[in-house]
Structure formats: C-alpha cells, structure tokens
C-alpha cells in the first residue's frame, strides 16, 4: 500500500523536477538542520527554565513568549523541507517505519507545545510569571516529556537513512 | 609527509571502528557511524541555536525583554560545551576517512567559514562587547548589530558546507 504510493509519487513530474536539480536535497536538508538547532534549542531554554536549570532572571511567560512563535514558524519551514525530501525519494521515507514514528511524535510535541502557549497566554498561572523558580508538577512533566519527544525526532530523523540497516 | 600522518589516523583502531571494519560477530556492524553522525547533530543544533539566540538579541529582533550580558552568560556555556561534543564528534568521523575529507573542498570550506566566524566573534567581544554597560537593557550599537547578522549568516555557511560533505565523499 505505501509502497504503491511511494511509487507513484516517485513517478510524478514533481519528483522527478527535485531530483533532477541536484543542488535542491542538500539544500533543504541544510535549511532543514537549521531549523531543527532552532527548535532543539528554544525547547531546550523552555524546559531547562521550566526545571530551574538555567540561571536566566526571567518569567516562563516572558521566556515562551519570545521563543514559541519561532519554533512555529521553523516547524511550517520543516514540513515544507520535509516534504521536498519525501517527494524526492519516497520509498526511502514512506516505507521507513521510523519515519513514521518521527511523524508520531511531531504531532505529540506540537500538540503539547501548543497546549503550553494556550496555556500560558489565556490563564497565566502565577507561576509563569516569577523569575527564577521552579514550575509546578505539569510543568515539569511537560518539560520532561518535549525534551524527549525532540530527542526522538532527531535520532529517528538522521537514522531514516540508514533504514536499511535495520532489515540486513 | 601530511598524507602519511592522514595515513596514520585511518589506521587507529577508533577509526576502523567508525568506519564498520568490527569483526563479524558483532551484530552493530555498520551502526557506530550513524551514532556519531547524531552525536554531532545534537552537539551543532546547540551551537547554532544558542549562539543564534544571542545574535538574534543583537539584531533586536527577539528577547528584547533580557539584557544582552544576561542572556549570553545563560546561553553561551551551554554553546561551548556542545562545541566541544561537535569537535569531538566530527575529530571521529574525520579520522575514519581522513585522507578523503582532508582533500574534498567543502570540508574546506567550512573550516574556513567557521575560522571567519569565529574572528568575527573575537572582533565583537574586544572591540563593541566593551561598551556592553552603555547598551546592555536597550538597543544595540550598529557595529553589535552587524556582528550579530554576520554571525548568523557565517554559521549557516557553515552547516550548508558540513551538509555538502556528506554529499560529496
């Protein structure tokens, strides 16, 4: 079934455009890179200030509010690059399980991500708005559990490549 | 003389190990460069987004909120000890195929770009950083501004180059 698909999308004039421009792959894999040190690392700020593990004099609120639009903004600039590479080999992608785990855990840590900046922006709890401290219970499982759905997404994104591997 | 000492490094036993030359009866034959390719993954998505955080400041275009000495003192130890994992990562996969990389021009280059990035760090921090009490809380001098901006566009050079690499060997 995927494989049919995978077929077929590789048939398409689309793909067939991608790959022949040799330069376009490496360049939104690079652009791709780029957008996941965004991300990595305003998740990183986020749960590492949720767990009171960096020395930064600022609000959670403060903190979210600067980095969450861009790592919406680079996560619309991943699927888009994403979606190149997938267009330009889709068996390598498509029949991959782990990309499809990868895929899994995006919409979990954009969903959770997205709960985080509702949450923050329509109740603003109390704790959001201190310097300095550590957050609360929830906070703290969510810190927890995006630092590791991003770690997720990155190793089963660079081992997608290497598939093959796993079937030898 | 140089390629005798790229020689040497191939043969070391950390380099066959990167390279799949363990004995068969090991089942992760083939794995152990994956694993260092996402060692250094990490380790420059750390670099790159920290000292773009920073940059970002300098061009007043995000944490506007935050003094810029307070940010880099949160931020930036954070960018060397994943630059160390980077270079140490990157040492390991350069010695599995050293007399490969060394000759292949992107690697080069991003020697280069990183050698431009990091004089253009040095520049900022003896020369504008000094007046740091001046525009710490506000809008920063024009010359913090282009450091910043060129700081960014150095440091993409230098991913879009490492990308090449790959393509390229």
């Known amino acids: 079934m995927a494989g049919k698909w995978a077929d077929w999308i590789k048939s398409t004039a689309l793909s067939h455009s991608i790959r022949d421009a040799v330069w376009l792959v490496p360049t939104s894999q690079a652009i791709h890179i780029v957008c996941v040190a965004i991300v990595l690392s305003s998740a990183c700020m986020i749960s590492f200030r949720l767990l009171g593990l960096m020395q930064l ?3 959670v609120r403060q903190l979210a509010g600067s980095v969450i639009p861009w790592m919406f903004c680079c996560v619309a600039v991943l699927l888009v690059t994403g979606l190149v ?59 927890v559990v995006s630092l590791v759905l991003w770690a997720g997404i990155v190793i089963c994104g660079r081992l997608i490549a290497y598939s093959y591997l796993l079937h030898s | 003389m140089i390629d005798d000492v790229l020689r040497s490094l191939e043969s070391t036993s950390v380099a066959g190990l990167v390279r799949g030359d363990v004995p068969a009866y090991i089942s992760w034959e083939g794995w152990v460069f994956p694993l ?62 050293a007399s490969t990389y060394f000759y292949n021009v ?32 506000g809008p920063s ?4 501004r282009v450091a910043g901006a060129l700081s960014i566009l150095l440091w993409l050079g230098v991913i879009y180059c490492g990308r090449w690499v790959g393509f390229t060997t």
Request: aromatic share 12%.
């Open chain 2, 36 to 97: 260092v390719e996402i060692v250094h993954v990490f380790a420059i998505s750390i670099v790159f987004g920290s000292i773009f955080m920073v940059d970002m400041r300098l061009l007043g275009l995000g944490h506007r909120d935050t003094r810029v000495s307070a940010l880099s003192r949160a931020v930036l130890p954070w960018t060397w000890v994943a630059f160390a994992v980077a270079a140490l990562s990157g040492s390991t996969m350069f010695i599995s195929k």
């Open chain 1, 57 to 59: 004099n600022r609000s």
């Open chain 2, 106 to 137: 992107p690697f080069r280059l991003k020697f280069l770009v990183m050698a431009l990035a990091g004089i253009n760090m040095l520049a900022f921090h003896f020369n504008v950083y000094r007046t740091i009490d001046q525009w710490d809380m």
């Open chain 1, 85 to 143: 590479q997938t267009i330009a080999e889709p068996r390598r992608e498509l029949l991959a399980g782990l990309y499809w785990t990868k895929m899994v855990m995006v919409l979990c840590v954009v969903g959770f991500t997205a709960w985080l900046a509702v949450t923050l922006r329509r109740k603003a709890p109390s704790w959001a708005d201190t310097t300095g401290t550590r957050s609360p219970g929830a906070a703290r499982v969510f810190a």
């Open chain 2, 141 to 144: 001098p024009r010359r913090a």
